[in-house]
């Protein structure tokens, strides 16, 4: 899904999650709108304990996959928890296509994770390993 176009159905969705678990999607693709995504499909069909679980191990293969940079446990954190929270507070029946572009609105910008941490401590090997409260705002 390119920015600015939205999710037409909840099918798009899952076709998102679908492509990550498989790594079907280049690095290119998985941007932070994808990420978002994935996040929310997790969120949405899973507990919690699982979505996590998924995710940790779908972005591991993805980086594996790929050869990519590596795994950093609080940014991972961080969007989960976002989601899960905006989750929390969308309407019940909604589809999930349009709380996905409802989410995309709202936090699309990985910007965001700047106003709740420092580069300093979220360049860490601390931060990269384990979860790690902000230091800026609280979460």
């Not at 990420?35 to 929310?40: F, M």
């Not at 069909?45 to 446990?73: C, Q, S, V, W």
């Not at 905006?86 to 589809?95: A, C, H, N, T, W």
């Not at 910007?111 to 300093?120: C, M, N, T, V």
């Amino acid at each position: 899904m390119e920015a600015g176009i939205a999710y037409r159905t909840d099918a798009e969705v899952a076709e998102v999650a679908r492509k990550f678990e498989t790594c079907a999607l280049l690095p290119q693709d998985f941007d932070h709108r994808a990420h978002l995504t994935v996040a929310l499909y997790y969120l949405a069909n899973f507990p919690a304990e699982i979505a996590t679980a998924r995710m940790r191990e779908g972005l591991r293969r993805l980086i594996a996959h790929y050869k990519d940079t590596g795994y950093h446990e609080t940014i991972t954190l961080f969007w989960l928890k976002l989601v899960r929270r905006f989750l929390d507070e969308s309407v019940g029946d909604q589809r999930l296509a349009d709380v996905a572009n409802e989410l995309l609105e709202k936090f699309g910008g990985s910007k965001l994770l700047f106003e709740y941490y420092s580069r300093e401590l979220i360049q860490t090997e601390k931060a990269r390993a384990e979860w790690v409260e902000p230091d800026l705002r609280k979460l």
